[in-house]
Each structure stands twice: as structure tokens, then as C-alpha cells.
């Protein structure tokens, strides 16, 4: 090894020490704890070495529903939100009065304790014995059947934290994407004015492709949001999320670790390792087609 | 494709809330530009040329006045039907299409009868491309061209709609000295070949003197002076004119005439026989000396700077407005100089007079022989041709 290199090795000594202990060991301690049969972490003992904990996990119906619920969530929300953000985004940006009003006003959410924003679903959604909560009083107005979006059936319980999820991390979306707007010079728009460009078509073939470096990290950043959903769910239905039948993968982790039935670190570590794998290679696709994409 | 533009006036709202009212970027335009002609649009920055330019487009609405292509009344028109190719200062390149994708854009936005095939459009826009000699580079991408062949790029696409009128904004500013004179007469040719009438605006003097037929020169929004680069180098209508057309600039003296006499500082310099006496500014260009020992007017001599062919002389005079006063003779007529002071006489045409309040031109007649002192003047010309 030459000088020069040493050098640059010494630079990023601190970084790699840092990450080494408290980002690359426990991920191999997760991932040998996933191996280890019947782990106890206070004795500090294991059975033995093989796949039960996985083949367990896998068999877990808790674990499967917290997978699907996990899913739903992923393959609704971000799209959603990020289409719903880009429309907000392009509305604000065409907007010249009362313009910082609505930013703000839409970056409220971000800056806001998600319990507290959950405590407000609840009112909104939850039915009690006093009330029907808001929505199904306007559903009523509207001549529908009321709905217990909190404790009723699963489709309206998705609905809610899909709604709740897509509120709450749209803010964010919204930031990014308007400054990405705003970034696009005015001068690609005038140009395409000058050759008559129809509206549908400027942003089909100059705003989308300009900013989607922006809309490719807010997909991929969201996906992996997405997967680690968990707060969301608790401030919406409590913490006793299998009992709800809307416990989400990294809730199931949780679960296993500290929850009531609890305890079972191998596991946790095992569902933890399943997660990873998932996130990872979702990541890894999306990875390839944005690259792919602007290679083209 | 002849334009007409008629008490063409833009307005905007001012900038600063607490001070209201508008700012009049365009003030009271009219002029015509023959067709078929490349017009260089000249002036300061801040002047409204581009602004004018934006009108003529349409990518601005004017607050009055009328534009007219031909006979068309196009004042309301949106560009795209107004038949106008526009090319941006930076280019304005979409940076992920290729060049032939951008090129093609244009024609991808044609609807109803115009509506071409995939065919028809490579076609055109290889048409383009080879007007401008880019044809090889159709698959590249912006990023990966010069700045000079980006240019080409944005002439292309305007012009592969065949538009009636053609329109740079700036179109050398970006580019470095080199590449500047190559583009330049790059313009001059595509305008030739294609005979479309084209504007360009310009703030560099020379880039505009040497390649259009016509200049129009603005300042701060009003129209100055219009016609064949030569001719308004030799006959500005004021001072501003003088001094922004000619590199070097101008020489501005404070002047007095008495008598029809005109008088810089104490020195009786020349006969203005018609003019009535009143102070003045005497603008001289610096090709309008001629060095002479007996000359009328005596400067403090500063340093000769010997350019080869020719030899450029700086010099002081307390009444001159900026601080050096630059004269150009042939080297030949420098050989003498040296010493404390030198003195020149004037060529007459090569000085103009203005008034000190409008800061218009005072004219008097050059050719009169009472110009110049008759016996100095012949033995001057004498002195230049040896």
C-alpha cells in the first residue's frame, strides 16, 4: 500500500470505526442471533445452530399478516402519496398569491408528533358509544352506513392507516418536489412555449424528466419508509397491533423483543433479517431502473 | 418577411411594492426592418432589448403598440403562431433528449394538417442539422457537446420550422473570443442561405457593427438611431450613440464655438462655420487626428502603444470628459511623436458636435473649406500619403 492510499485510509478510519460497531456488528449479530436456535439473552445461551427460526417466522400467521399488511401499505401509499404531492407541488408552483401560506400550511404535518396527529385520526375516524366520529357523520349526511374505521372491518382499518401513512409523510414529498419544480429553469418552459408546446405534453416531456431524480429518491426513500412503518400504526390502534390484525413487519419485530409475547430475540432477529432482504432488494430494482432511465 | 413594429411599448409593474407605478422596459417603438435582412438589436444591459425581442416573439404581451409581420397584425398572437424561431441566451437545450430529439421537438407539437410522420421529421431536422453543420452529432446529448455546437443545436431547432422571422437572444455571449468571430460569421452565413429575416440582441458594438445589415440602438427603453452600421458610426443623432458605437470609444472634449469658431480649452481647433456660439461637447473618434507639429490641438502626451499596423497614442487634455484621450494613427505618422505634448489636426467628418443640455447632435457642414486651415490641412494629407 503506497502513501497515499494509507492516507486516505486514515481519513476515513473515524467513519468505518463508527460505522463498524454500531452499524456492521449488529447486523452480523442479527444476523448470526437468526441462526441461533432458542437464544436466551440472559443466560447467554442457544440449543443450537440451523433455519427453525426462520421456518417459524415464515409459518407465523402474525408474521404473514403483519407481511401483507406491510405490503398493502408499501404498494398504496407511495405511489399514491408521491403522485398526490407532485399534483400539490405543481398547483403551488403555478400559484402566486397566498403562495407561502399554502406551503406552510402543507408543511404542517412534517413538523407535527405523529401520536398527536394520531390522536386526531382517532376523532376523526373512531366510533364510540357517545359518537360516530367525524367521517361517518359525513357519510351519514351522505347516506351511507356508518363504519368503525378503528376496531371494524379490515379494508376500513387499511383505509385509515393508508390515509393516515400518505398525510403524514406528504409534507416532506411536497418540499422536495416543489423546490425541484422551482429548480427547472423558466427558460426550457419559454422555449417550449415558443414552439407551442400543449401543457400535458411540457410536463410529460420537460418537467417529469427534469425532475426525476427527485421523484426516483422520494420512490425509493419512500419504499424504504414504508417498509419500517410501525408508529403510525400504534397511534392509530393501539399497541397490541396482532390482536388489531394490523401489525406491520417492523411491529412484529418489536412484538417479539419487548411486546407482551415477547422475549424471543432469534426471532425477532430472524423476521429482522427477512425485512432487510425485502428492503434490500426492492431498493436494488428500483436502483436499476432509475439508472437505467438516465442512461437512456 | 418584413416587421413592422408601431408605438410598441411594454410595461411592468415595479418591482418594489412601496415605490408602485411601472417601469417602461420599451417606450414608443417604431421601426421597420426590411425583409430578408439580419438586424443586430444593440444597447446596454438593462436597455429593453431583450424585452423587444420577448415582444417581437411573444413570449410578452406589449402594454400598446402593434407588431406587424408582412401585413399580418400578429400583436395578439401566440408564438407559435406567429411563425418565429427563437434562440436563447444559454440555448435552452432540453438537457435529456438528444439533438436530434431536439430538434424534433418543434415538429412533434405541429397538430391537425401539419401533423408530420416520423420520416418527415428526421428529415427536416436532418435539413437543419446539415444547415448548421451538426449532422454528425444527432445522437449526442447537450452535455456532451461544446458550447459552440450546443449553439448550433438551438439554431436548428429554431429554424426547422422554416419560421418567417428568427430571433438570438444574445447568441455569442457564452461563448469564448475564439469561437465568438468563428459563430458569428457562422450567423451571417445560415441568414444568407436562408434569407429568413433575422433579429439578434446584442450588447458587444463590434459584434453587431460587423455582421448586420441595420442596427438599432436602445437606451433605457427608447429607440436612438436606426441604419447601416457605417453609417451610424459617421452620423450619430447623440452623444450616447457616438460614445457606444466604436472601439476605441469616442474622445469627449468640453468645446465652446465662437464666432463659428470651435474652441477646446484655449486652442481654436476648427471652423464649424454655421453653428452659433454656445458651449459643447466635441465628440472626436480616434482615427480623427491627424499629427501634425503646427496642429490645432495640443494634448499631454501619456505613452504610445504600438499595435503593428497601427499605433494608438494616449494622451490628457484637462477639457476631455474621461480621463485619457486615445487617438489611432498609422505607424508611419507615429515616428515623429514624442516629448511632452503632441498636437493634431482634426478631420472634420471625424468630429461631431453636441449640445451640453439634450446632449443631441449639432450639425455643421464638413465639407465646407473653411474647415480646416487650407495650407496645414494639404501638407497633413501630404504627410499620410508618404
Redesign the interface.
Known amino acids: 500500500m503506497d502513501n497515499k492510499s494509507m492516507k486516505g485510509w486514515l481519513y476515513l478510519l473515524p467513519a468505518i470505526l463508527f460505522l463498524g460497531v454500531f452499524m456492521v456488528y449488529p447486523l452480523i449479530d442479527v444476523f448470526v442471533y437468526s441462526f441461533e436456535e432458542g437464544y436466551n439473552s440472559a443466560s447467554q445461551t442457544f440449543f443450537g445452530i440451523g433455519k427453525y427460526n426462520y421456518s417459524y417466522v415464515l409459518h407465523d400467521t402474525y408474521f404473514l399478516q403483519a407481511v401483507k399488511n406491510t405490503f398493502i401499505l408499501v404498494i398504496i401509499t407511495v405511489p399514491l402519496s408521491t403522485g398526490i404531492a407532485l399534483l400539490i407541488s405543481l398547483g403551488l408552483n403555478h400559484i402566486k398569491p397566498l403562495k407561502e401560506l399554502f406551503q406552510t400550511v402543507y408543511f404542517l404535518p412534517y413538523v407535527t408528533n405523529t401520536l398527536a396527529v394520531g390522536l386526531v385520526f382517532m376523532i376523526f375516524f373512531k366510533k364510540t358509544a357517545y359518537s360516530d366520529g367525524m367521517i361517518n357523520l359525513l357519510i351519514h349526511a351522505f347516506g351511507g352506513n356508518s363504519v368503525d374505521f378503528i376496531d371494524g372491518p379490515y379494508w376500513a382499518k387499511m383505509f385509515v392507516l393508508c390515509f393516515y401513512t400518505i398525510w403524514i409523510v406528504m409534507p416532506f414529498k411536497i418540499l422536495i418536489l416543489t423546490s425541484a419544480l422551482a429548480s427547472v ?1 423558466k ?2 418552459y ?9 401543457p400535458f ?1 411540457i410536463f410529460y ?2 418537467t417529469l ?2 425532475i426525476s431524480p427527485m421523484i426516483f429518491y422520494l420512490v425509493i426513500t419512500g419504499f424504504i419508509g414504508a417498509f419500517k412503518a410501525y408508529s403510525d400504526a400504534v397511534a392509530l390502534f393501539g399497541t397490541d397491533l396482532n390482536a388489531a390484525g394490523m401489525n406491520t413487519m417492523v411491529g412484529y419485530i418489536y412484538d417479539m423483543l419487548y411486546g407482551n409475547s415477547g422475549g424471543y430475540p432469534s426471532y425477532a432477529s430472524a423476521a429482522a433479517i427477512i425485512l432487510f432482504a425485502i428492503v434490500l432488494t426492492i431498493t436494488v430494482i428500483n436502483l436499476m431502473i432509475s439508472s437505467k432511465r438516465s442512461v437512456k | 418577411m418584413k416587421i413592422v413594429l408601431e408605438h410598441l411599448t411594454k410595461k411592468f409593474p415595479n418591482r418594489n411594492k412601496k415605490v408602485g407605478g411601472f417601469v417602461t422596459a420599451v417606450s414608443d417603438f417604431n421601426i421597420e426592418i426590411p425583409d430578408g435582412k439580419l438586424i443586430g438589436l444593440l444597447g446596454p444591459s438593462g436597455c429593453g432589448k431583450s424585452t423587444a425581442l420577448n415582444l417581437i416573439c411573444g413570449l410578452e404581451k406589449p402594454t400598446e403598440g402593434h407588431i406587424y409581420f408582412g401585413e399580418d397584425d400578429v400583436t395578439k398572437l401566440q408564438p407559435e403562431n406567429r411563425g418565429v424561431g427563437l434562440v436563447f441566451q444559454n440555448y435552452a437545450l432540453y438537457p435529456h433528449l438528444t439533438v436530434q430529439q431536439n430538434i424534433t421537438f418543434p415538429l412533434e407539437n405541429l397538430r391537425g394538417k401539419d401533423k408530420m410522420t416520423k420520416e418527415e421529421m428526421a428529415a427536416k431536422a436532418l435539413e437543419a442539422a446539415k444547415l448548421v453543420q451538426i449532422e454528425n452529432l444527432m445522437e449526442r446529448k447537450p452535455s456532451e457537446m461544446s458550447g459552440g455546437q450546443q449553439q448550433r443545436v438551438a439554431i436548428a431547432r429554431a429554424l426547422v420550422k422554416r419560421p418567417r422571422v428568427l430571433l438570438l437572444d444574445e447568441p455569442l455571449s457564452n461563448l469564448d473570443a475564439r469561437l465568438r468571430l468563428q459563430t458569428r460569421e457562422e450567423i451571417r452565413r445560415i441568414q444568407r442561405e436562408t434569407g429568413i429575416t433575422t433579429i439578434f440582441v446584442t450588447h458587444d458594438q463590434e459584434e453587431a457593427m460587423s455582421i448586420s445589415d441595420m442596427i438599432v440602438v436602445m437606451k433605457t427603453g427608447v429607440l436612438q438611431q436606426i441604419g447601416k452600421p457605417q453609417e451610424v458610426y459617421d452620423d450619430p443623432v447623440n452623444l450616447f450613440v457616438a460614445k457606444f458605437l466604436g472601439n476605441p470609444a469616442i474622445n469627449v472634449f468640453r468645446g465652446e464655438v465662437k464666432n463659428g469658431k470651435l474652441y477646446i480649452g484655449e486652442e481654436e481647433v476648427m471652423n464649424v462655420g454655421s453653428v452659433s456660439d454656445r458651449p459643447v461637447y466635441v465628440g472626436i473618434r480616434p482615427e480623427g487626428f491627424i499629427p501634425d507639429d503646427n496642429g490645432a490641438l495640443t494634448l499631454n502626451l501619456t505613452r504610445v502603444e504600438v499595435m503593428g499596423r497601427d499605433t494608438s497614442v494616449v494622451s490628457t487634455h484637462p477639457a476631455a470628459e474621461s480621463e485619457t484621450v486615445r487617438s489611432i494613427i498609422s505607424a508611419e505618422d507615429a515616428a515623429g511623436i514624442g516629448g511632452e505634448t503632441v498636437r493634431f489636426f482634426l478631420k472634420p467628418y471625424k468630429v461631431f458636435l453636441f449640445d451640453t443640455e439634450t446632449e443631441e447632435r449639432i450639425q455643421f457642414d464638413p465639407e465646407a473649406e473653411e474647415n480646416i486651415p487650407l495650407e496645414a490641412a494639404e501638407a497633413a494629407v501630404q504627410n499620410t500619403a508618404e
Open positions: 429553469s427558460v426550457y419559454n422555449a417550449a412555449k415558443v414552439d407551442g408546446t400543449r405534453r416531456k420537460i424528466p427534469m
